[in-house]
């Protein structure tokens, strides 16, 4: 992955300071990108996403540099990154919001090991507050795919 480091983690004995939520930069967008485009047709079919629907990585960088161009209650989405113990592992992006009302979060682990671990569910909870703030929404919804057992698992704080 281009300008990032991401690894398998060990969440044992953590405590919440090993939680860290940021704001996503355009730095930050060739994760997703990469994220998206190497992922296997089966991961992507668990998702809901088509790879025929995936823009060129090229063009994709493009509209999110737009979009970094404008103030966050004009863009069409906004995110953030988690990082645990100083590495990112995953990323949360919100959209089809409305400023003062509502908007729809979407969450990713990056790496399939750290996947149905917990990372999701303490994820979930500081991007929730964070999202309510940031955005200044009354309602958050979230809606993975069916076949996609751990993000499902993860609203409920299931592990």
Do not use: C
């Not at 929404?137 to 592990?159: C, D, H, M, Y």
Request: proline share 4%.
């Amino acid at each position: 992955m281009a300008g990032a480091t991401t690894v398998a983690v060990t969440i044992e004995g953590t405590d919440s300071g090993d939680f860290v939520l940021r704001p996503m930069t355009l730095d930050d967008v060739d994760i997703r990108i990469d994220y998206f485009h190497n992922a296997s047709d089966e991961f992507l079919h668990r998702m809901g996403v088509g790879r025929d629907l995936l823009p060129n990585p090229a063009v994709w960088k493009e509209q999110h540099r737009a979009e970094f161009a404008r103030p966050v209650e004009d863009r069409s989405s906004y995110g953030v990154m988690w990082e645990y113990r100083g590495v990112v592992v995953g990323w949360s992006t919100a959209d089809h919001f409305d400023p003062g009302v509502s908007a729809f979060m979407h969450l990713h682990v990056i790496e399939s090991e750290n996947r149905s671990r917990g990372l999701g569910v303490r994820f979930v909870k500081l991007t929730a507050d964070h999202l309510f703030d940031r955005l200044d929404i009354v309602k958050l919804f979230s809606e993975p795919n069916a076949l996609n057992v751990a993000p499902n698992r993860s609203q409920w704080g299931i592990t």
